[in-house]
Every structure is written in C-alpha cells, then in structure tokens.
C-alpha cells in the first residue's frame, strides 16, 4: 500500500487511477501525515474481481480465495438479495 500526499494525487491522479486499475492495490492520499481517502479500482464484473483476489494470493489463504471466488456462492447472494429487494 503506497501513501501519497493531497499534492502528489493532484498532480499524478492519472497515474495513480492507472497504478490501481492494474496492480489492484490502494493508495491512501494523506494530509499532513494524516489518512484521508483511500484510492481503490472498481471491480466491474466477476473476471476483474478474480483478477484482483489472484493478485492477493500471497497474502490470502487458498481457502479463503476460493470461497470468495465461488461462483455458486455468487449467484445465491445474488438471489437472496433480489429476493429481499422485492421484500420492501
């Protein structure tokens, strides 16, 4: 994780939006020193999410890049959520 100052993410933002579309990890813009915002990729749709769980696999253990990555899994919250939706 890379930290940055509020100057450094206005004149690199580009750069920056770049860094974590491709790496997957964040960087946090701070103000004198101190945390204020986290700059992290959307994850559009479930191949950039794999992507992203892949490229944390040394951090992660196997177990729980499967189950965040089950598909199965997946489509049941999806389910349970439209059904709870419809519910209000």
Request: charged letters at 35%.
């Amino acid at each position: 994780m890379k930290t940055v100052t509020v100057h450094e993410a206005k004149t690199h933002l580009s750069r920056y939006l770049a860094e974590v579309e491709e790496t997957g990890e964040e960087i946090i813009i701070a103000r004198r020193d101190k945390p204020v915002a986290r700059l992290v990729a959307v994850v559009k749709d479930r191949k950039d999410r794999a992507a992203l769980i892949g490229s944390l696999s040394g951090i992660l253990s196997e177990e729980t890049v499967e189950y965040l990555t089950d598909a199965a899994r997946d489509a049941e919250i999806e389910e349970d959520f439209h059904r709870s939706s419809e519910a209000l």
